[in-house]
């Protein structure tokens, strides 16, 4: 069992080429011995975005702090604390703080993404050799 406060997570800038003012925390994966899902603490400031980009595995959000936009395709929604977003396999997605607060939310993500070519595993993660 871990049990440890997420501020004693490695936090990272994120270097996703597309991505601006966003850094990630990899709350729980693999390396402690979750064996299907990882569950990662995303915070983007003010103006900041992750890529527009997609992948061939979902991602379950929960926006924990702020307010901002994803965007499906090229179609936006507002989001805000307490929302839930269910972004589908291949789906084009890109989040972006559109406030004044830094925006956090936790994403979950399988964890066999990390077995797939470099330019399709989850973004922001450590490669699966590391």
């Known amino acids: 069992?871990?049990?440890?406060?997420?501020?004693?997570v490695e936090s990272?800038?994120?270097e996703m080429e597309g991505s601006r003012g966003c850094t990630?925390?990899?709350?729980?994966?693999?390396?402690?011995?979750?064996?299907?899902?990882?569950?990662?603490?995303?915070?983007?400031?003010?103006?900041?975005?992750?890529?527009h980009h997609h992948h061939p595995y979902e991602h379950?959000?929960?926006?924990?702090?702020?307010?901002?936009?994803?965007?499906?395709?090229?179609q936006e929604h507002s989001l805000k604390t307490g929302d839930v977003?269910?972004?589908?396999?291949d789906?084009?997605?890109?989040?972006r703080n559109t406030g004044t607060q830094?925006?956090?939310?936790l994403c979950l993500v399988p964890n066999s993404a990390a077995t797939l070519p470099v330019a399709q595993r989850p973004e922001c993660e450590v490669p699966a050799s590391k």
């Open 24 to 51: 990630i925390r990899i709350l729980v994966g693999p390396t402690d011995g979750a064996p299907n899902f990882a569950m990662r603490e995303f915070e983007i400031q003010p103006g900041g975005y992750t890529p």
């Open 85 to 89: 977003i269910f972004v589908k396999p």
């Open 12 to 14: 990272r800038a994120v």
């Open 91 to 95: 789906e084009v997605h890109q989040f």
């Open 1 to 8: 069992m871990k049990v440890q406060p997420s501020s004693q």
């Open 102 to 105: 830094p925006m956090k939310f």
């Open 60 to 74: 379950e959000v929960f926006v924990i702090a702020g307010e901002g936009v994803v965007l499906e395709g090229n």
